[in-house]
């Protein structure tokens, strides 16, 4: 066989393993668990970190105030050093949307070696534990929440026994390019953590969604959260690695009541959030980036490619393994698609997808190495820690 049609068939090769042997991570079906009723509500904190969030409070923050909790629940939200009146706003709604109650405060800058959301949440819960409560949900400002979603979450934790139960929340997609790029990233996210293998107890695989993710205090204590991850960019993951290790059960799926309300109808704005933690993700590991860079290329560009090859010089090997490969990997990424409701013709456009993603993590890199590090809202990070694994 030609080189070319050798690329195909190692392509196909490592996406019958992907689709047999990944913890069938293309499946969309980690829903929360079976939710009997607790005999006793448990109490529940509620840590929200904000920063420069005043456009997202009018939407997020009244979801979080109409929640139908039967148990004892309140609100800390934490403006991180905000400029755009985010902490009065929240403030505003409190008295005008009515609910659980709220209380806003502003820890300032963070101290060196805390990132600004880990500094915030660190305040929050702290404010929080003084009144004792068995649970803390740590959700974002831009993330709304259907009225059942703390009770939804609570039984869920309560009746499987869960320390730490997460969702992913759905992302917002309306823009052409939102369409093209934000299915994608959830389909990368669960191929990195397949949800399966994070849901098992026993295995090393640990991984939460950041946007909402519901703790057992308990668990936080033991874990040492948030000190034990503070420099910590991919705060999520690492947040799940450190409840695992300290023996905590924990469980990870997609959400059906919980969304996003943070637009990106801009290429511009997702490449900014996919770049400005993607090397992160690699452990700022040069060789990794090269790695992930040729798995990128083999995995989902040479499908399109040796198959094209293969049909304009004459070579059926590649052009049929190519094309094997490339239906694989489409017929993956369908159920994905179906989640977000989107059209399945998007399935065949992945690698173009792929390579966008390729692109945004080698300019991470080189981000990362001019000294840009993660930026977000105004503040750098020019050298920031990986997820810790001790």
Known sequence: ????????????????????????????????????????????????????????????????????????????????????????????????????????????????????????????????????????????????????????????AESGGFDLVSQMARLRVESVWERLVVPAFVYFFSQLYPFRWVNRAGTRTAAAAGGCVLLRTEAAVRARVPESIRQAVIDDVSLARAVRRSGGRIWLGLAERVDSVRPYPRLADLWHMVSRSAYAQLRHNPLVLLGTVLGLALIYLAPPVTLVAGLLGGDPAAAWAGGAAWAVMAGTYMPMLGYYRQSLW????????????????????????????????????????AAPDQ
């Not at 405060?105 to 929050?124: D, I, M, N, Q």
């Open 346 to 385: 998007l399935a065949p456009l992945l690698p173009f997808t792929a390579l966008l993603y390729l692109v945004m993590t080698v300019d991470s890199a080189m981000q990362h190495y001019r000294g840009r590090g993660a930026a977000w809202k105004g503040r750098t990070y020019a050298r920031p820690e």
């Open 1 to 156: 066989m030609s080189a070319v049609a050798w690329i195909a068939v190692g392509s196909l090769v490592v996406w019958v393993w992907l689709l047999l042997g990944q913890g069938f991570f293309w499946r969309t079906d980690q829903r929360l668990p079976s939710r009997a009723a607790p005999a006793k509500w448990p109490s529940v904190a509620v840590v929200v970190p904000a920063r420069d969030e005043a456009d997202m409070l009018p939407v997020s923050l009244p979801s979080l105030l109409a929640q139908d909790y039967p148990g004892t629940a309140e609100i800390f939200l934490v403006d991180d050093c905000s400029k755009d009146g985010t902490g009065g706003l929240a403030r505003e709604l409190s008295v005008r949307c009515a609910g659980l109650p709220v209380t806003v405060v502003s820890p300032g800058e963070p101290e060196p070696g805390w990132t600004g959301k880990l500094w915030a949440v660190r305040h929050g819960i702290a404010l929080a534990r003084s009144r004792d409560p068995e649970y803390l949900l740590l959700t974002d400002a831009d993330i709304a929440h259907e009225p059942d979603s703390l009770r939804e979450l609570v039984a869920a």
